[in-house]
């Protein structure tokens, strides 16, 4: 059973605190009003996540959602199906996650509540399917779908990790020549250089900068590696919250070549899952609710909610869904129309497979210009050191010729 969290006051007019098992807050509360104390504040007692020591596979998971799935339509019950999957899951951290679902609902609480106490490991997306499938009676069907949209980002994910290997190895590999030649090999010609400025000739600017960021790196490259480190923990601790995940999400709009894709997997996410709410019978308002948070970016996660508003008021969705100026003309003009036609969530999953198949594109696009743009990056930098380092070579041949 839950724990609460409280505090409250006595007749006497002092505040005491403490903690109280029960089956929920209404049943705290009259626990305490049985002990003359008067509640300022009840609350249930958060544990903390847990997390397994292995990350857990987006394949295993989306195959015990769809073995869940499976076991529910064949009339196995809720908690024996949980029972099952947890015993015979083959990742041991998710087998105790699994047990833990399994205990949460056997007390009473919902499955997609419990679900969502695990939601590093489960997700945002499940766990707003699951929610979905609960309310409108479809489950099972959530939990298929919600496999099938695990494979399937796991599948784009492998094939844009796959891709861009070469290219990282490239970035990687020139990155550590320059700063190799730039720290250690550029040194042995300072005395050369410094010779040749004495004799009268000033040295080029290619020089003089690679001199500067020479001594610089010499001198405090190890505090920039320290400052690099710590940005780095600062930043993933940023976007942990909801202002720095915001942010992060607007930024990712604007990135060239990779900010389209981007902005096409969350349209393409929210009108998939919406049109599936919608087809199940859940109602437009709480179909919206569920798809702005299932979308994967919180910038259009934020209209969808304002345009919830406007929907609330009367109005159609796609009036203000063109309003917000994230969702594209096209899909505006396909959305009107079907809101005429009363077909909106055959026409939404449509959308959303027109927009994968876009974004799949646009996808190999951006793959197959990596590789070059790693190796002209690669080139520049290592032909500045050279050019840098030979340009005063150069001048000192011409002067004495």
């Known amino acids: 059973m839950p724990e609460f969290a409280y505090t409250a006051r006595t007749l006497a007019g002092e505040d005491v ?12 509360l009259n626990a305490l009003a049985e002990q003359a104390l008067f509640p300022l504040h009840v609350a249930e007692k958060t544990k903390p996540q847990w997390i397994p020591k292995r990350r857990v596979k987006t394949s295993v998971l989306s195959a015990q959602l769809s073995q869940l799935a499976d076991l529910l339509e064949n009339g196995v019950a809720l908690l024996e199906a949980l029972s099952i999957l947890a015993s015979q899951c083959p990742h041991p951290g998710l087998a105790e996650i699994l047990t833990d679902v399994r205990d949460q609902v056997s007390e009473g609480t919902a499955l997609d509540d419990a679900f969502a106490k695990h939601t590093r490991v489960f997700g945002e997306l499940t766990v707003s399917m699951v929610r979905a499938g609960s309310e409108g009676a479809f489950l099972e069907e959530a939990l298929k779908r919600t496999a099938v949209f695990l494979d399937k980002q796991q599948e784009l994910k492998s094939r844009v990790t796959g891709a861009m290997i070469y290219p990282t190895f490239l970035a990687t590999l020139g990155l550590t020549i320059t700063i190799v030649l730039i720290v250690f090999f550029v040194p042995m010609f300072a005395d050369l250089f410094a010779r ?14 690679l001199l ?14 320290v400052a690099m ?50 087809r199940n019978g859940v109602p437009l308002l709480r179909a919206l609710d569920i798809s702005s948070e299932s979308a994967g970016n919180r ?15 009367g109005e159609t ?21 079907a809101e005429e036609a009363n077909n909106l969530d055959e026409v939404l999953v449509s959308i959303a497979d027109g927009i994968d198949r876009k974004t799949a594109r646009q996808m190999d696009v951006m793959v197959r210009l990596a ?22 070579i150069f001048d000192t041949i011409t002067t004495m010729g």
């Open 17 to 28: 605190a403490g903690t109280m098992t029960a089956s929920n807050k209404r049943e705290t």
């Open 196 to 209: 040749l400025e004495q004799k009268g000739g000033g040295l080029p600017l290619p020089t003089v900068i």
């Open 212 to 225: 500067g960021l020479s001594d610089f790196l010499g001198k405090y490259g190890v505090f920039v590696l």
């Open 229 to 278: 480190v710590f940005g780095f923990l600062w930043m993933q601790r940023a976007v942990v919250t909801e202002r720095g995940r915001l942010l992060l999400d607007r930024w990712k709009l604007k990135i060239p070549v990779a900010g389209p894709i981007f902005h096409g997997y969350a349209v393409s996410r929210f009108c998939r899952i919406l049109g599936t709410l919608l």
């Open 299 to 313: 910038v259009l996660a934020q209209a969808i909610r304002d345009s919830k508003e406007n929907v609330s008021a």
């Open 317 to 337: 969705l796609s009036r203000p869904l063109a309003e917000c100026g994230l969702v594209p003309k096209p899909v505006m003009a396909m959305i009107r129309v």
């Open 371 to 392: 590789e070059p743009a790693m190796l002209l990056i690669m080139g520049v930098l290592v032909g500045f050191v050279l050019v840098a380092l030979l340009l005063p």
